[in-house]
């Protein structure tokens, strides 16, 4: 396993109002009615999954940055210093594809490979010891991994990161196929746009995992 670089504080918490930056607004409306809109199943001992916070997707001065992500910079924050503040598991994800790696269907697709030596591969935060970090090359964060063995038995897994429609829907509609109960976390992930995010959002939460916003994700915990 591989560990990384530089953290932020978590925002404070505002109850009632939604985190700072969160705009949840408009997409928990749109998701009114899905079934991954009932309320949150117990979450004492989840486990928290950030998926790819790597400077190629969160600076600013990255060829790729998703726009939207400082939107979902405070929410995931949040999370992070909660999860961090009440000992419970936090797992990262760094996608990396091995030299002898033409990447696959990936590259059907137009994904950038991330090679271990291109300094836009690494993560934009730093692990506290005792967080492991979980290369990957495919969008799933459970394929060749070993996050199915890490995870703690019957714990529920609350997803995080980026982009939302490839590796958060990826892992979270795997995260189904095992019986894990997940938690995509709307508005501490980003993609590219906000029509590709709420059809992703919408997607997870016709019948694969529990959508929330970060605000009621705290509230649960």
Known sequence: MHRAVVGAPAPPEVPGQGLPGSGTGAWLADLAGHPGRRPLPPLAGACLLLLDLQRLFVDPGSPAFLPDWPTAAGPCAALLGTFRRRGLPVLW???????????????????????????????????????????????????????????????????????????????????????????????????RGPGLQRAALSCLASGFCWVASAEEVLRAL
Request: charged share 25%; aromatic share 4%.
């Open 93 to 191: 994800t760094r996608h990396l594809h091995p030299g002898e790696d033409d990447t696959g269907v990936i590259a059907d697709f137009g994904g950038r490979p991330l090679r271990r030596d291109d300094p836009l591969s690494a993560l934009a935060q730093e692990p506290e010891p005792g967080e492991i970090v979980m290369e990957k090359s495919r969008y799933s964060a459970w394929i060749g991994t070993g996050l199915a063995d890490l995870l703690p038995p019957g714990a529920p897994l609350v997803i995080a990161g980026v982009t939302t429609h490839r590796c958060v829907l990826a892992s979270a509609v795997e995260a189904a196929s095992r019986d894990v109960r997940a938690v995509v976390v709307g508005d501490a992930t980003a993609t």
